[in-house]
């Protein structure tokens, strides 16, 4: 028996939280490598193997063939925004369920609770090295650092790349609102800051973030044990600045990011094949929400994402905002060349990667786990996926529900497109409203969510009623985590 998270040894047992060991761990031979690669704000339509590519001017051959090496998802589902996406695929819950299912106002409560048992903890906790770099989003003091939080090593940002433009903005002073920090960490040992996060750094960052993860594989190629490489791209996330290697000026900034982008990914593949680990890693590469797609007038980035065939942008519950690209790659044992249109989450990585690493016995028992294990469906051993339906929050409201090719609308939240009051806002500043009756969709048949079926499709009502109602019967359960606590209730 053991406790689970940084609960200490009274308060576990007071809380009765424990895990008890189903089999043995398998040695580090049979485990692979886990390197997980995620865009930040990136188009459904923004990669040439789904649509974007030389289409729209930026050729991504590396990530093309990296799609092609594998399983491609066309039904890959993430989180409305950034926190509640790498939430869910740290936790293995709905982000409702830990505080973080948006990101949060500056200075409001925040960061993932320290009680969550993440994914990088699970992994470590059976003998994987675990680091991440890049854009961390889950926190920004200490106890909710990427350290603290089951890396044994991190470097990166802990907010976000927006606020890289604050110092160009009329008033502001490093006084009043300081820049943002770079900073890294290693376990058992707090963050320090390294450098600052500004505007001049923006077109650096994932040069920067892309040689540490080399650096990080060539490190452990001959290590006993396996380790889980967490990369988070900074890109094509507001400001899309491209490095200066990747100026094209026939292109728009836009366009040069996705090359720079796809660059990067190549490297890290490249290092991987270089160290003879290409057939023993898992790749995952994937995006953590759609883009923003309107940018307004005078914004001086160009063009910015393109959702391909979906309706509207982050943060919403359409599927141009929660259907994202997503491939995943291991040599010999998921056969190349295949696509699928099942729902999968990107919170399904949790239990499957435990699985992959002989640790579902580490998997919590003391808390609602939405994850669910893929392992068969992705090695081919059956034509479904576990999962068939998602449900999309956003802060309290449940926005939708999506089971099977229907999806149903609970809240409906547009962008503002040409708003003169707030250009270049996009979701940001749009609306959101609740129906009088709830909008489906067929999205098989109606990807762009253009036609209402609610009037002649009421039958949908009582799937959906169940569904909401298992969710709320979990909740009595296990509460959910208040934004910015350190636990449930329960354990305050």
Known sequence: MRTIGRLSREWAAAAGLVLSFAGAAAGAADRPNIVFMLADNLGYGDIGAYGGGDVRGAPTPRIDSL???GLRFTNFNVEAECTPTRSALLTGRMPI????????????????????????EL?????????????????D??????NDQGFDEWWGFARSSAETVDELQPGWSAQLSPLEKIEQGRRGEPSVKVGEYGYSM???MDEAITKRSVEYIKAHAKDAQPFFLYVAFSLPHSPPIPNPRFHDPGRSDYQNVLVEIDHNTGVILDALKAVGLEKD??????????????????FPYGPAGDTGPFRNEFPSAWEGAIRTVGMIRWPGHIAAGRVTNEIVSIVDFYRTFANVAAALNRVPTDRAIDSMDQTDFLLGKQPKSNRESVMYFYGPDLLAIKWRNYKVHLVDREPSRGDVRSPGQGMITGTQVTPTYPMVFNITN??????????SSIWI??????????YARSVRQFPNVEPGADGPKALQ
């Open 461 to 470: 009502g009582d799937v959906m009623t169940r569904i909401q109602v298992a």
């Open 141 to 146: 003091v200490p106890g909710r650092m990427p």
């Open 97 to 120: 369920r830990s505080g973080t299912s948006r990101v949060p106002l500056p200075g409001l409560p925040q960061g993932m609770a320290p009680w969550e048992y993440t994914l990088a």
């Open 281 to 298: 890693t898992i790749v995952v590469w994937a995006s953590d929400n759609g883009p923003q797609t309107h940018q307004g007038p005078g």
């Open 67 to 69: 799609a092609a090496e």
């Open 446 to 455: 109606d990807p762009k969510e253009l036609w209402n079926i609610a009037a």
């Open 123 to 139: 992994l470590h906790d059976a003998g994987y090295s675990t680091a991440m770099y890049g854009k961390w989003h889950l926190g």
């Open 202 to 204: 923006r077109p650096l």
